[in-house]
């Protein structure tokens, strides 16, 4: 059974730092990631999907990696501002079905 | 514009008293999911549609039902609610080949 571990649960970041979210899931045979953002009482906004033949994906001040031999994905936002503050979940598709697998989600905030 | 709608935004029922949560979609994608997620918890996949087929989540108690009447419409319906379905229920879209998962902006469903 895929399993899907996001560290740290929380993050409290002054704004302007540079950060790093992680992912990490039990079973490599995937058919592609994605990371979500989540604001509260709202539902989820995808940003980044990575196949499983792609390395990384990059959308303005975000930038995506997979590594599916160690099963793991990082979530690296540049110069972070206060309207990064939101939840980012990960979750795998597996190879067969359409299920998505998520992650308990990191729960950043971006300090003025 | 919205792709994933969902209504109503915001529902209270009582115990044991049936509700009937609607999404629609204008992405033309022929997978739709529903989704539970509960505070400060990670989504929880209750059934999806494939074209017209229906798969329901082993572990998806009997309680909740789901009709998918055409492509753009999805329902679910909640027999009978008890205080342990209160959550958000979050209605998703995914076509070939990259499933990426478009998700609308849920449903709180309240349970007095």
């Known amino acids: 059974k895929q399993e899907v571990t996001q560290i740290p649960a929380a993050l409290s970041v002054p704004e302007g730092e540079n950060l790093v979210l992680n992912c990490s899931f039990t079973?490599?045979?995937?058919?592609?990631l994605q990371w979500f953002r989540q604001d509260p009482g709202k539902g989820l906004t995808s940003l980044l999907l990575i196949q499983s033949s792609q390395r990384e994906q990059t959308s303005g001040r975000l930038n995506a990696s997979l590594d599916k031999s160690s099963g793991r994905s990082t979530l690296y936002i540049a110069a972070s501002q206060p309207g990064d503050s939101a939840t980012y979940l990960c979750?795998?598709?597996?190879?067969?079905?359409?299920?998505?697998?998520f992650g308990e989600g990191t729960q950043l905030t971006v300090n003025p | 514009d919205a792709m994933v709608i969902q209504n109503p935004r915001y529902q209270v029922t009582q115990f044991g008293k049936p509700v009937t949560l609607s999404c629609s979609q204008t992405l033309n994608h022929n997978v739709m999911y529903w989704y539970q997620q509960k505070s400060s918890q990670a989504p929880k996949l209750l059934f999806h549609y494939y074209d017209k087929d229906f798969n329901n989540e082993a572990d998806t108690p009997d309680n909740f039902q789901s009709r998918r009447p055409n492509t753009s419409f999805c329902f679910l319906d909640i027999r009978s609610p008890g205080l342990g379905d209160a959550a958000m229920y979050l209605c998703a879209t995914s076509r070939e080949p990259t499933y990426e998962q478009y998700f609308g902006p849920g449903t709180r469903l309240t349970v007095t």
């Open positions: 979750a795998v598709r597996e190879t067969s079905g359409s299920r998505l697998t």
């Open positions: 079973d490599s045979a995937i058919y592609n």
